[in-house]
Structure formats: structure tokens, C-alpha cells
């Protein structure tokens, strides 16, 4: 479900960009900046690079198991949904001469999210039908957190926004337990005549 909810945001955000560029190419990819060696991922070279940071649970009141309808007088419980949230880093990776590109495009990123903040099946089609919404907020970061989360991504900053993703919902439906469904009331358990 993570993977279908930041290809979507990446594919939207790729499309509104091509048309603002001459060319028409790609600009948005789904890709870390550095592989696990710590080289630069040539995919990610001059784009957009999209990327997950963290994901949270989504703080929601406890819920207690769930129960379904398992068939043949069972009744299933399963776990509630876990919600969470994502944190998704938009990182502009144009190096040298391209410094002024990279800075209109994080520009033109932040822009497209400002006027588009919520993804829904109205605007977006191609959302997962699992998927109620999608929305994106702006996350700020201290001088002393950016350092920290630049130092873990590689090293270097590059001109980047960094935002909330909420909420995906990952529903297991794992069958926790089948106790068998009650059907007689305490009436019919109790012979007539007793009392």
C-alpha cells in the first residue's frame, strides 16, 4: 500500500511538472539518492527525487479486535486497521551549472502541492480504490533535525521539501480467533417450566 500511494503522489506531481518543462521528459522519480554502498543512484540524477523518510502510526483511540462474519456460524476477529502516516521527502538532485533548475523545480514541487494538498479518487483516478484520500502538509525541520536527516540520507543537502503524507491504512484482516456465533437467546436455554 506505501509503494501505491507514493508511486500515485510521484506520478502526479511528474505529469504537472512535464507541462510547466520543455521536452516534456520525466522530471519525478521514486528513488533513494544513494544505494545501500552509499554511490549516487544514476536514476536520480537531475530530477526530482521522491522518497520515504519515515512512516508513523497515525495516533487513532484504541479499538479493540473487530468481529466479521467468517460463515457457517463463526465469527471472525481480526485486528484493527493500523493508520499511519508518511514522511516523503521531495529532493530536487541537479548538481553544477543546473543549481538554478534544481531551485525552480523544488519551486514549481512545492507550488503543485499548495494547489493540489488532498488526492482523492475525484482528482486523482488513479488512486487505489483502498485508498479513501490522500493528504500532503508541509513538515518544518530545525537547522539541528535537517542536519540529522541529511547526514542519514548521504551527506549533502540539496534543495528539498519535506512533507506528511496522511494516512494509508493497512487492514490485515488477519483472523485473530473464530468463536462460534450464539444464536439461541437465554429463553430457549432454559428448559420450560424451570425457574
Do not use: C
Not at 500511494?5 to 521514486?30: F, K, S, W
Not at 486523482?124 to 484520500?133: G, K, M, S, T, V
Amino acid at each position: 500500500m506505501i509503494e501505491v500511494a507514493l508511486r500515485l503522489i510521484a506520478n502526479e506531481l511528474d505529469q504537472a511538472l512535464r507541462l510547466q518543462t520543455p521536452g516534456g521528459a520525466n522530471l519525478v522519480v521514486l528513488s533513494n539518492l544513494v544505494d545501500s554502498a552509499g554511490a549516487p543512484v544514476p536514476e536520480a540524477a537531475d530530477h526530482i527525487a521522491a522518497f520515504l523518510v519515515n512512516i508513523e502510526r497515525e495516533v487513532i483511540p484504541a479499538r479493540a479486535l473487530r468481529r466479521t462474519d467468517a460463515g457457517q456460524d463463526r465469527l471472525a476477529m481480526v485486528q484493527p486497521p493500523v493508520h499511519l502516516n508518511l514522511l516523503v521527502m521531495f529532493a530536487a538532485n541537479f548538481s553544477g551549472s543546473k543549481y538554478d533548475e534544481a531551485l525552480k523545480q523544488i519551486s514549481n514541487t512545492i507550488a503543485f502541492f499548495q494547489s493540489r494538498p488532498v488526492f482523492t479518487p475525484a482528482n486523482a483516478p488513479a488512486l487505489d480504490p483502498d485508498i479513501e484520500q490522500l493528504s500532503l502538509e508541509i513538515e518544518n525541520l530545525n537547522t539541528t533535525d535537517l542536519s540529522n536527516l541529511w547526514g542519514i540520507l548521504g551527506g549533502r543537502y540539496l534543495p528539498s521539501v519535506l512533507y506528511r503524507v496522511r494516512m494509508i491504512t493497512i487492514d490485515s484482516e488477519r483472523l485473530e480467533r473464530q468463536p462460534r456465533r450464539i444464536e439461541r437467546t437465554l429463553a430457549d436455554a432454559i428448559p420450560s417450566g424451570a425457574s
